[in-house]
């Protein structure tokens, strides 16, 4: 497995670098108060007794209400200073991706200027860095929550309802992002990778994913065979053949992807195996049935695997 970042701390974004500039100075306040407080404790105890009652009332009062509510107040200040900016909408021709939270996988669309879905992938989102970026979040069935650290603050995802998160990735590199609100048994295993590359490498990607799956009918037919006999098309698109299913997550090129599983396993043959005949073990919940059958079958496991992998 990568080790994708997931920190605010260390900031890959424009938004998180502010947010991390927020925690630094609530971080300075908090020191500021505590060493106050503990000022004065220790006044109170050691040396009160050789200063009048009038001096320690003022102590007391200036140290234990006038400067927390000052450094407190100008915390708020600064806090509300930066929302407007971490809610400025993204610039019009930015590139849009809708993300839907499904239970427990992520649905992500590319959108055309005009709105219409240009390809779509799943767990995984690649950006270009240096350029801004309008993210459309909706959810298919309970509340979630749509959150990168390295590169922003996080966005409800509300049945019925579509919010917009700008994000202006700065830093090329591999980013973790998670679902920040509580949706069910398979909650904690609800995340996806974020790839931020330059321009050239983003762009070559995106025609990649513009086209159907390349596959040679004669390199592995019979994986092709396993994989509609056992019922995989219902759920599952893989584009440029006939299986069409909207259930779960397109695979038309599943095997360039970095994790499966929502990001809970590697892309490899071992994972992808285990993944497949002991799903609801590795991730309970899941709504996808798990193929136990195919442990006593192992030249259709290998070959529905290979058939997976081949799907660039």
């Known amino acids: 497995m990568d080790h994708a970042s997931h920190s605010t701390l260390n900031p890959a974004g424009a938004a998180a670098e502010q947010i991390s500039q927020l925690?630094?100075?609530?971080?300075?306040?908090?020191?500021?108060?505590?060493?106050?407080?503990?000022?004065?404790?220790?006044y109170a105890i050691f040396v009160r007794k050789e200063h009048p009652l009038r001096m320690t009332r003022a102590l007391v009062i200036g140290g234990g209400a006038v400067i927390p509510t000052v450094t407190l107040s100008g915390l708020m200040a600064y806090s509300l200073s930066i929302m407007p900016e971490?809610?400025?909408?993204?610039?019009?021709?930015?590139?849009t991706i809708r993300v839907s939270g499904v239970r427990w996988w992520w649905r992500v669309e590319y959108l055309t200027d005009d709105g219409e879905v240009e390809f779509e992938t799943a767990n995984e989102i690649r950006l270009p860095v240096d350029r801004p970026v309008e993210?459309?979040?909706?959810?298919?069935?309970?509340?979630?929550?749509?959150?990168i650290p390295a590169l922003g603050g996080k966005m409800d995802m509300i049945p019925g309802r579509e919010n917009r998160l700008r994000l202006d990735p700065t830093k090329v590199g591999t980013y973790g992002g998670v679902c920040a609100e509580y949706c069910g048994t398979a909650h904690a295993q609800m995340m996806f990778r974020v790839i931020v590359s330059d321009e050239q490498e983003f762009d070559a990607w995106r025609h990649q994913q513009r086209s159907d799956a390349i596959i040679e009918p004669a390199s592995n037919p019979f994986?092709?065979?396993?994989?509609?006999?056992?019922?995989?098309?219902a759920c599952h698109t893989i584009r440029g053949t006939e299986a069409d299913g909207s259930v779960g997550p397109d695979l038309t090129h599943f095997g360039s992807r970095m994790t499966i599983g929502a990001g809970i396993l590697p892309n490899e043959s071992d994972a992808l195996k285990r993944w497949i005949v002991r799903t609801h073990r590795v991730k309970p919940g899941v709504e996808m049935p798990g193929f136990?059958?195919?442990?006593?079958a192992p030249v259709e496991l290998d070959a529905l695997v290979a058939y997976l992998e081949a799907l660039r």
Request: glycine share 12%; net charge positive.
């Open 23 to 42: 925690f630094y100075w609530m971080l300075a306040g908090g020191i500021v108060i505590w060493g106050v407080v503990v000022g004065l404790a220790v």
């Open 86 to 95: 971490l809610h400025r909408p993204a610039p019009d021709g930015s590139l």
């Open 135 to 147: 993210f459309k979040l909706v959810s298919e069935d309970v509340i979630h929550a749509f959150w």
């Open 223 to 233: 994986g092709r065979q396993v994989f509609w006999r056992r019922g995989c098309p």
């Open 292 to 296: 136990e059958s195919l442990i006593n």
